[in-house]
C-alpha cells in the first residue's frame, strides 16, 4: 500500500486508479484473505486513520459527484468506523468516475410483441397489491435493470431504491431493464422513509430457509449491495425477519440480481396458494 502522502502526489486519472486499487486492498485486509506482502503494514498509523486519510484525497476529487461525496463524509464521521462499508463505497465510486462497474455484461435484447386490447389501448399491467422491493445502494446499472426486469415480470406492484443505488435511467440499465423500468418506475426512498404499515423482510444469509419462510400477502423485500449485502440499519428494519437461500456450492454466492429472481418466484409461488 502507497503512504497518503506519496498518492496525493499523483494526478487525475493515475490517482484514481492508485486509490481504487488501495481501497480494494483495504477490504481484502479487512475480510483477512489479503495476499501474501499485500496486508496493512503501517505500524504507526491505525489503520482506520488510514482509511480516513485516503477518502479525504478522493474527496477531494473534482469529479466526485455531491452525493457520493456526502455519502463517504457520513461514514468517515461513524464511530466506530465501519472500513469495509466506507471502502467498499469509495471504491465503487471511484469506479463509476473511470467508467467501469463491478458485474455488468452486455444482454442480447430480443424482440418481444407490444401488449394492447382489443380496442388498441395498452394493456394495464398486473401486480400482486402490496408487493414490493427495496434496493439499497445497488452499484451495478446492469444489476439495477436486471431487478427492475424481475420485479416487473414476477408481478411486484413497486420498487424503492435507496439514495445511494446507481441512477436507474443509466443507458446500461436502460438496456438490462428491457423497458421495465419506464414500466415500473420508482420512488428513491431512504429506509427511514419506508411505508411503515407494511412487513419488511431482508433477503441475507443467516435467516430462514427461503423453502419454509412464511411470505406475507404483502411486504417490501429489502435486498443489498452486490458485495456486502444489507447494512446493518436495514437488517434493523427488516421486522418482519430474514429470509436465506440454501445453497451448496464452494462458493456459495449468487448475483443480486439472479438471488432476487429465486425470491420472487418463491414468494409468488405462495401468494398463488
Known amino acids: 500500500m502507497i503512504e497518503p502522502g506519496k498518492l496525493f502526489q499523483l494526478e487525475g486519472g ?3 486508479r492508485k486509490l481504487a486499487l488501495t481501497f480494494g486492498a ?3 485486509d479487512i475480510l483477512g484473505i489479503a495476499e501474501k506482502g499485500t496486508a496493512y503494514s503501517f505500524p504507526n498509523l491505525p489503520r482506520a486513520e ?8 478522493l ?4 469529479k466526485l459527484p455531491q452525493e457520493a461525496a456526502t455519502e463517504l463524509q457520513t461514514l468517515m464521521q461513524e464511530e466506530p468506523l465501519d472500513e469495509l462499508r466506507l471502502c467498499n463505497c469509495a471504491r465503487n465510486h471511484l469506479l463509476a ?9 452486455d444482454l442480447v435484447i430480443a424482440p418481444h410483441p407490444t401488449q394492447t386490447n382489443a380496442d388498441g389501448t395498452t394493456k394495464a399491467r398486473d401486480f400482486f397489491p402490496g408487493v414490493a422491493v427495496y434496493a439499497e445502494d445497488i452499484r451495478s446499472p446492469f444489476n439495477i435493470g436486471s431487478i427492475f426486469r424481475t420485479a416487473e415480470a ?6 424503492y431504491i435507496s439514495p445511494c443505488c446507481v441512477d436507474p435511467q443509466q443507458p446500461r440499465a436502460i438496456r438490462s431493464g428491457m423497458g421495465c423500468i ?3 418506475g420508482y420512488e428513491r426512498l431512504s429506509l427511514e422513509q419506508l411505508p411503515d404499515d407494511v412487513p419488511v423482510f431482508a433477503l441475507e444469509t443467516g435467516g430462514t430457509d427461503i423453502n419454509s419462510f412464511e411470505f406475507p400477502k404483502k411486504g417490501i423485500c429489502l435486498i443489498g449491495s452486490e458485495e456486502l449485502g444489507l447494512s446493518p440499519q436495514a437488517i434493523k428494519r427488516a421486522d418482519y425477519g430474514r429470509v436465506t437461500i440454501p445453497m451448496k456450492g464452494l462458493k456459495a454466492s449468487l448475483n443480486v440480481g439472479v438471488a432476487f429472481g429465486i425470491l420472487m418466484q418463491k414468494w409468488v409461488e405462495s ?3
Open 154 to 159: 414476477m408481478g411486484a406492484e413497486k420498487v
Open 182 to 184: 419506464e414500466t415500473m
Open 59 to 62: 474527496l477531494k476529487d473534482p
Open 50 to 57: 488510514y482509511i480516513r486519510q485516503i477518502t479525504k484525497l
Open 14 to 16: 493515475q490517482k484514481r
Open 271 to 273: 401468494l398463488q396458494n
Open 97 to 105: 468516475i473511470i467508467g467501469t462497474f463491478p458485474a455488468e455484461w
Open 26 to 28: 483495504l477490504e481484502r
